[in-house]
């Protein structure tokens, strides 16, 4: 069965504090993706990667940076986080191999607070 | 991109056909559309995916127009645990990029 994990379920930080959120696939998917989820505003396009080191911004990248140095993990880094980035965020993953780049395979979400 | 359009929400009894359709009047020619069902505290799960005309498997039904503008998701016989919030979305491979509106909440009654 296919798997995306995510570091941790939930995160509670600090205003200013450097977060850095994980996430792991184990389907050898080539892309992968950061979203994040707020009431309302449904799900927005944070980064993606489509190769490991590559990274192409998406709709909202604005306060966050992403890392994948290995073709597993896709990493979302808050460098100095706001309040106003207290949300769930959620990794997700597809094959190259996916003509259509719809079947998006989803972690469980990390919903992350910051005070 | 294009975007998509559907109701907030909708209420069903147990046992009955649910339609969802969503509207996208900018489609483009290399656009698929596609359905996902969330449930709390988790991630999105697709459903189904057409380009045109009808696709079932064993979950649910994508009914496309011919001018594809819009779309409709059929949910065969609705039980309690199909209460989810469901997502039109519209893209294709290459823009790496599909829209997640806000989504239809389905509510399913005893």
């Known amino acids: 069965d296919v798997k995306v994990t995510q570091s941790s379920r939930y995160l509670v930080k600090r205003t200013g504090e450097k977060v850095f959120l994980e996430c792991v696939q184990d389907m050898d998917h080539e892309n992968m993706f950061w979203y994040r989820q707020d009431p309302g505003l449904g799900l927005r396009l944070i980064y993606f990667s489509y190769d490991v080191k590559m990274k192409e911004k998406g709709d909202i990248p604005e306060g966050y940076s992403v890392s994948r140095e290995k073709k597993e993990r896709f990493s979302l880094i808050l460098e100095s986080a706001s309040t106003n980035q207290t949300s769930m965020y959620l990794c997700a993953s597809t094959s190259a191999q996916d003509r259509t780049q719809g079947e998006q395979f989803f972690g469980p979400g990390t919903r992350l607070t910051v005070l | 991109l294009a975007k998509t359009t559907q109701p907030i929400s909708m209420d069903s009894y147990e046992g009955q056909e649910v339609n969802i359709t969503c509207s996208h009047n900018n489609i483009a020619t290399n656009d698929y559309i596609t359905w996902y069902q969330q449930f709390p505290s988790q991630g999105p799960r697709f459903i189904i995916q057409?380009?045109?005309t009808k696709v079932t498997n064993e979950v649910a039904s994508l009914f496309i127009p011919a001018d594809r503008k819009s779309s409709t998701l059929s949910l065969p016989r609705v039980s309690l645990s199909d209460t989810a919030v469901y997502y039109c979305l519209v893209g294709n491979s290459g823009t790496y990029k599909y829209i997640f509106g806000t989504g239809t909440r389905l509510k399913v009654l005893a």
């Open positions: 057409g380009y045109k």
